[in-house]
C-alpha cells in the first residue's frame, strides 16, 4: 500500500461548481498536510497547509483534515476554469526532509 | 527575482549517453531538492541538500549523483542515461527544514528529459 492515495481522476466540473478532491493515507505520524496546484508545464506551488484535523479556509479553498480517518479533502468553491490544473496533496512528519505526495488530481473546469 | 531557475528545459539523450541537470536560485535558501514526476507515479525526491557541501539520498536515488558545491546551485547527473530515467525533473529550495507554511518549497518549472 503506498503512503498516500489519490484518485488521478480526471475530473471534469462546470463553471461555479464545488470540486471535491481527497487523499488518504496510512501513515499515521503524518502531522502536516498540504495541497500543491500545478498548471501545465509549470512546477507545483504551495496551496494550503493544515497542522492539525478540522477545517482551514482560504478564500474560495477549504482544505480538512481528519486524522482519526487518515483522511484529507480540498473543496473548491465557485469554480473558475483558471482553476483547471493539477492537484497534488502532500504530507509529512516533523523533522523529516521528504514529502509524501499523491499522485495528483486533473481538475478541468469548464466555462 | 527569478526564484528557482532550472536548465535546460528539454533534452533528448541516447541510452548511455550522460548529462547534468542544473537548478539555481536566487532566494538564498539552505535546502534544495530534486524530484522526479511520472504518470501515475506522482513526485518522488531523487536527492536532496541541506546546505553547501552536502547531499543526501531520497526515495529514489539510484543511476542519479548530485553536488552542491555553491548554495544557490544543486547539479544532478546521470551519468549512464536509460529509458526509466524519461521523466519530468523538479528542482525546488526552502529556506528551512521541511515542515513551515512560511517558508514553503519553491519549484522550478522543470527538466524534460527523454531517453531513447
Known amino acids: 500500500q503506498k503512503e498516500v492515495e489519490q484518485d488521478p481522476g480526471p475530473l471534469s466540473v462546470p463553471e461555479g461548481a464545488i470540486v471535491s478532491l481527497n487523499c488518504t493515507y496510512s501513515?499515521?505520524?503524518?502531522?502536516?498536510f498540504m495541497w500543491y496546484r500545478q498548471y501545465s508545464r509549470k512546477g507545483p506551488e504551495l496551496l494550503m497547509y493544515?497542522?492539525?484535523?478540522g477545517n482551514k479556509e482560504d478564500g474560495r479553498f477549504t482544505a480538512q483534515v481528519d486524522k482519526s480517518s487518515k483522511y484529507i479533502s480540498l473543496f473548491i468553491r465557485d469554480s473558475q476554469p483558471s482553476d483547471s490544473a493539477t492537484y497534488l496533496c502532500?504530507?509529512?512528519?516533523?523533522?523529516?526532509?521528504?514529502?509524501?505526495f499523491g499522485k495528483g488530481n486533473q481538475v478541468v473546469v469548464i466555462p | 527575482n527569478a526564484g528557482v531557475t532550472q536548465t535546460p528545459k528539454f533534452r533528448v539523450l541516447k541510452t548511455g549517453q550522460s548529462m547534468t541537470l542544473l537548478c539555481a536560485q536566487d532566494?538564498?535558501?539552505?535546502?534544495m531538492y530534486w524530484y522526479r514526476q511520472d504518470p501515475g507515479m506522482g513526485l518522488r525526491l531523487i536527492h536532496y541538500?541541506?546546505?553547501?557541501?552536502?547531499?543526501a539520498k531520497g526515495e529514489v536515488p539510484d543511476g542519479y549523483n548530485v553536488s552542491r558545491l555553491k548554495k544557490q546551485n544543486f547539479l544532478l547527473g546521470l551519468e549512464s542515461a536509460a529509458p526509466s530515467q524519461t521523466s519530468v525533473y523538479f528542482c525546488?529550495?526552502?529556506?528551512?527544514?521541511?515542515?513551515?507554511?512560511?517558508?514553503?518549497?519553491?519549484f522550478g518549472d522543470g527538466t524534460r528529459l527523454s531517453i531513447l
Open positions: 541538500s541541506v546546505g553547501e557541501g552536502t547531499t
Open positions: 525546488a529550495s526552502s529556506i528551512d527544514s521541511l515542515p513551515n507554511s512560511n517558508q514553503p518549497q519553491h
Open positions: 501513515n499515521s505520524a503524518f502531522q502536516y
Open positions: 532566494m538564498n535558501h539552505e535546502y
Open positions: 493544515t497542522y492539525s484535523s
Open positions: 502532500a504530507m509529512i512528519t516533523y523533522g523529516n526532509n521528504r514529502l509524501a
